[in-house]
């Protein structure tokens, strides 16, 4: 966290995860229930350039007392007393999406940045959508050439145009946020960016992926609510998790928690960043059954396209067809979530798997591959009044594993082990 921000403040964060706002859309509830939040209001709309007024009129429709743009283009608009007063006056902050550099470059150290602590501490609402949204996690993902896709960074997370912020708000400690994220396919992304924060850091860090339609709404003892259509997925590192990060190959990592959350669910936040969780904790990985090794490898020519043995899916060229990469996620976590399926493995176009001896499988190429190994079963962690609901829908104590040329999966054991056991 910023030093100069809030230890322990009180205010309400509402992270919006994108999507095209409507009237009488899926953002009425969402921009409602947010409205609500403020108790109907003053909102100050942040911006970096000039915008038309649709946002301020619609949360005004909404319901809102007052909404008007904040526009800071620059860190002389961000050091203006007027401007300042201005957001300090409002009873909520709404951030609009856009690009986060540009924020960070006109906000970060200024007055402006200090109202936003100012409201945190009288316990107003800070809410963003898209990159408005990933700004309040602590570490902020700046890139300097626009839109970067997920596959540019799986090939290369080390990349020069992009830089990982830390000093910036922070309202989120210990996490990295990303937005838009099942519907553009986004989970190897911020794989990528953490195992880049913790190569140039030494630092494990949580990720955060919000969907489209869907808001994470985190309270003053941060107690984080999902609401909306889609899912929150949360990437959370333990005393298990290790990385092996170095720019001159792929990164891998070993034992990530994934889980997926549903609207009516909710998350203790705090037990997260001490990795002292009480509601979902750390289980031995059971074993799978993943076929005989003539059953794979009678079906491993044809693994161009989404690929299943009885308790594996297997998405090969994963990003040959970018539109069709988020889909495929999506049908894989969607399997493991049901117990349709117990493990599921994500080969990119660039990236190697083979079979050997028995039943292991081994990794290589230009990317590494993703290994998801599923606890359902262990639905633990879920509080809601519609609880049986929400654990039908939600991932929980998923294991994510990195994997490239160091490492082998046996699948009789279900387990990863160093090569020179293999």
């Known amino acids: 966290m910023n030093a100069d921000s809030p230890g322990n403040s009180n205010g309400v964060l509402y992270l919006i995860g994108g999507g095209d706002e409507a009237y009488n859309s899926w953002s009425d509830v969402i921009f409602k229930k947010l409205v609500e939040r403020a108790n109907g209001g003053k909102f100050a709309v ?12 619609y949360l005004k429709y909404l319901g809102a007392k007052d909404a008007f743009h904040v526009i800071i283009p620059d860190r002389k608009a961000a050091n203006n007393l007027h401007v300042c007063r201005e957001m300090l006056n409002a009873d909520a902050l709404f951030i609009e999406g856009g690009h986060q550099q540009l924020y960070v470059e006109n906000i970060a150290g200024t007055c402006a940045e200090q109202m936003i602590f100012e409201m945190y501490r009288q316990e107003k609402v800070l809410a963003g959508t898209s990159a408005g949204a990933m700004l309040l996690g602590e570490i902020s993902f700046l890139s300097y050439a626009g839109r970067i896709h997920p596959e540019a960074l799986f090939h290369d997370p080390f990349m020069s145009n992009i830089s990982l912020h830390d000093s910036f708000l922070g309202l989120v400690p210990n996490t990295l946020i990303d937005t838009h994220f099942s519907e553009r396919g ?46 929150v997925t949360l990437l959370v590192p333990d005393e298990y998790t290790r990385f092996l990060c170095t720019e001159s190959k792929p990164p891998q990592m070993l034992n990530l928690r994934l889980h997926q959350l549903s609207a009516g669910a909710c998350w203790d936040l705090k037990s997260e960043y001490s990795y002292d969780d009480n509601r979902v904790e750390s289980i031995p990985i059971d074993g799978i059954q993943g076929g005989t090794v003539d059953e794979m ?46 493990a599921g493995i994500l080969v990119a176009s ?56 160091e490492f082998a999966y046996l699948l009789d054991h279900h387990e990863v082990i160093p090569i020179g056991q293999a």
């Open 46 to 57: 942040l911006y970096y350039d000039e915008a038309d007024d649709w946002m301020c009129n």
């Open 186 to 231: 986004r989970l190897p992304r911020l794989l990528m960016l953490m195992a880049r924060y913790y190569a140039e850091t030494s630092r494990k860090i949580t990720g955060i992926g919000i969907d489209e339609g869907t808001v994470l709404e985190i309270d003053a003892q941060m107690q984080a609510y999902i609401i909306g259509n889609g899912k």
């Open 297 to 342: 490898r009678a079906r491993s020519g044809a693994m161009d396209e989404a690929h299943q043995w009885r308790d594996i899916m297997v998405v090969r060229d994963l990003y040959k067809n970018p539109c069709s990469a988020a889909m495929q996620m999506n049908d894989m976590l969607r399997a493991l979530a049901l117990g349709e399926k117990h």
């Open 350 to 405: 660039e990236g190697i798997m083979e079979i050997v001896g028995n039943n292991r499988l081994t990794f290589g190429g230009a990317v590494p591959s993703l290994v998801f190994v599923s606890q359902q079963g262990k639905r633990i962690g879920i509080e809601s009044a519609a609880a049986d609901a929400v654990g039908k829908q939600s991932l929980l104590n998923a294991r994510v594993h990195c994997l490239h040329d």
